[in-house]
């Protein structure tokens, strides 16, 4: 395997056998979890269970734009938190296009990755010009002597399909209510914290490349480092969000939060709050449920 396709490992362990989940993940949306439970259920005797993956998806890569809703590191924690032994994945770039989908199973599911059990989405594909289907994969499963599970499409209950790409449009929608309950968290991101401005209001720089809630003024929740947290009214600008928060006397000293976006508390501007958009957030904070410093959907 060349240079630009080794694989990297979090928690890589001696393992003789793998069920092994496959997918870009973005998000860990409530269809990815069903097909990390089913990777977990899988696990071989003696073995581990272990996500492969990629940085960045493809699709996005081919189209030249990063629009995630989830970071790296941040679906490598979901990964770990859901039970998941082991996670690989490889640099996308030029080798891998042109990698054919036999190499692909050959090289790295059997050769690499000692492969018992398989777990993709119905729609998975894979290979240069997305060349293998979950029909191949089975095909070339029973070949190589690995069980090939495909996850069905997860709807919500609007009967829609769950997935990363409807839930980039609900978030560039503001529609948070949807976009969480197909996330099956509310929206996190991690946010650098910047100056005080004008007005009180302290600017959170979050990456450009995730997709944050369109226009609106949201209640958010900044969980700190350690056990802390607190509730703030904030707002998108660029690259980032304006904050105020519902304790004007709170001095934030940490250099970076993870932000909760919770509820949408206007989709008008102008963007200054008000002391009605106060009561209201401060309304609503008792009815969400708060869970090792971060806010839990029920």
């Known amino acids: 395997m060349s240079v630009g396709m080794r694989l990297n490992w979090i928690n890589r362990q001696n393992s003789p056998a793998r069920s092994i989940a496959l997918g870009t993940f973005d998000g860990v949306h409530l269809g990815h979890q069903k097909l990390l439970e089913e990777t977990i259920a899988r696990k071989p005797a003696g073995g581990t269970s272990c996500v492969f993956t990629f940085d960045i998806p493809p699709e996005q890569y081919f189209r030249g734009r990063l629009r995630l809703v989830s970071s790296f590191e941040r679906r490598v924690e979901l990964f770990r938190s859901s039970g998941i032994d082991e996670v690989t994945w490889l640099t996308f770039g030029p080798d891998l296009t042109t990698m054919a989908a036999e190499d692909f199973v050959g090289r790295i599911l059997v050769h690499e990755l000692k492969a018992k059990a398989v777990i993709c989405g119905y729609n998975y594909r894979f290979g240069s010009k997305r060349g293998g289907d979950v029909q191949y994969l ?161």
Do not use: M
Not at 148 to 175: F, H, M, N, Y
Not at 218 to 235: F, K, T
Not at 243 to 254: I, K, M, Q, T, Y
């Open 138 to 298: 089975q095909k070339q499963g029973e070949h190589h002597g690995f069980s090939v599970t495909v996850v069905p499409p997860v709807q919500g209950k609007s009967g829609q399909t769950i997935s990363s790409t409807a839930i980039r449009q609900l978030l560039s929608e503001g529609d948070l209510a949807q976009a969480s309950a197909y996330l099956g968290y509310y929206p996190t991101y991690e946010a650098a914290v910047g100056q005080l401005s004008i007005g009180s209001s302290l600017y959170l720089r979050i990456d450009p490349n995730l997709v944050l809630p369109g226009q609106g003024l949201y209640l958010i929740w900044c969980a700190l480092p350690g056990s802390q947290g607190v509730p703030a009214i904030a707002w998108p600008v660029d690259e980032g969000i304006k904050s105020v928060f519902l304790d004007r006397d709170f001095e934030l000293r940490a250099e970076a939060v993870d932000v909760q976006f919770l509820y949408k508390l206007r989709g008008y501007g102008p963007y200054q709050v008000t002391e009605s958009d106060v009561v209201k957030a401060r309304q609503l904070l008792p009815g969400f449920y708060l869970q090792d410093a971060r806010v839990v959907l029920k």
